[in-house]
């Protein structure tokens, strides 16, 4: 099969194409698992931590990719769950020990042997994987391949911190950082919480106009001050900046909720800026969001077919896979990254 994979860790500053396509035997499923035959595979910044570094994979060479959909093409002898030819998709996580007491609890994402899908086993940029089935979901008739791609991450993750911000309708959200994420979760907020006002905070002008043009009420740089003090505010961005210049914003007792697996180092300095009294007082809160649970994925599958959400969607080839990465880092581009694969 194709694939193209990782085999060390680089800077994309120095190495603008760090995958490199191959030729390797497809993978056998054994036990519960299935074999995916995959059609498309959303691209992530969590791929542009992996390859620089901020969340390395434990080994190498790996293929990235965790926002699957494919179908099912073969099955372990344990696995009964799917027919042959069920289409399904698989997110970020691709085990966890279903022991533990965070497992136990439905906090799998807390789990110690939590595994990423692309990070810690072989993902999607390849044109088969295999997982347990378990840990694949049936996918809403409504979405395409490429429309559903990207709801498997930055639409769980973002169902997720929107869950952790604790919002409750009539109050008001921020949105620091304006991406994939950014963009379904105030999709969301205004189908499940109508009289929420969203608040955006994006460095980009374009980014700007689209957050005012889906719904939201205000759009502002970074660093601006938002006209009132917010409840809640979910940062998506790599860096520190937003970070310090959300918790003045916040209201008495808000929250901050991060949605980032790993903050940038340049521009660490901006912490020192950090007032206690004007950032921290008053019981505001920072909160981290951290992996996804497969019920995430399943309540935020079936909440974004019925509102129903449907992604821009820019497509690439698997082979153009360095090309659609390096145009993430860069932020040429709006809306949401899928290789297809034939
Ligand atoms: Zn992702
Ligand atoms: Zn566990």
């Known amino acids: 099969m194709k694939a193209m994979i990782l085999s060390e860790v680089v800077s994309m500053a120095e190495n603008k194409a760090p995958l490199k396509l191959v030729n390797l035997p497809i993978p056998e499923p054994k036990g519960n698992e299935i074999l995916i035959k995959i059609c498309a595979c959303g ?115 973002g169902y997720r911190s929107l869950k952790l911000t604790n919002i409750k309708d009539g109050q008001t959200l921020g949105l620091t950082g304006f991406g994939a994420s950014g963009h379904l979760v105030l ?34 740089d970074i660093s601006a001050y938002s006209p009132k003090k917010l409840d809640c505010i979910i940062d998506t961005t790599p860096v520190w900046k937003p970070v310090v210049e959300a918790l003045k914003n916040l209201k008495n007792g808000g929250r901050l909720v991060i949605n980032a697996i790993r903050k940038e180092d340049t521009d660490k300095q901006y912490l020192l800026k950090i007032n206690y009294q004007r950032h921290l007082w008053l019981e505001k809160e920072i909160k981290s969001v951290a992996n996804v649970t497969r019920k995430d994925i399943v309540e935020f599958l079936s909440l974004a077919s019925e509102i129903p959400i449907r992604p821009k969607i820019q497509e690439y080839k698997l082979e153009q896979a360095n090309q659609a990465l390096y145009e993430l880092k860069t932020g040429k581009i709006l809306g949401a990254k899928v290789l297809v694969i034939e």
Not at 83 to 110: F, P
Request: glycine letters at 10%; a negative charge; proline letters at 5%.
């Open 187 to 220: 999709k969301m907020v205004r189908y499940k919480y109508p009289n929420v006002e969203t608040y955006v905070f994006a460095r980009n002008e374009k980014q700007r106009e689209f957050a005012l043009k889906i719904g939201a009420v205000w759009a502002g």
């Open 43 to 157: 691209v992530c910044h969590t791929e542009l931590d992996e390859i620089e570094g901020r969340t390395p994979p434990p080994k190498f060479p790996i293929i990235l990719g965790h926002e699957i959909i494919g179908r099912v093409e073969k099955m372990g002898s344990d696995a009964h769950r799917y027919k042959i030819g069920d289409r399904v998709g698989v997110g970020w996580i691709y085990s966890a020990c279903g022991g533990c007491d965070y497992c136990v609890k439905g906090e799998e994402n807390l789990c110690e042997s939590f595994m990423a899908t692309g990070r810690d086993r072989n993902g999607g940029y390849a044109e088969y994987m295999t997982i347990s089935e378990d840990f694949a979901y049936k996918i809403p008739d409504i979405f395409s391949d490429t429309e559903a791609a990207p709801l498997l991450c930055a639409g769980s993750i």
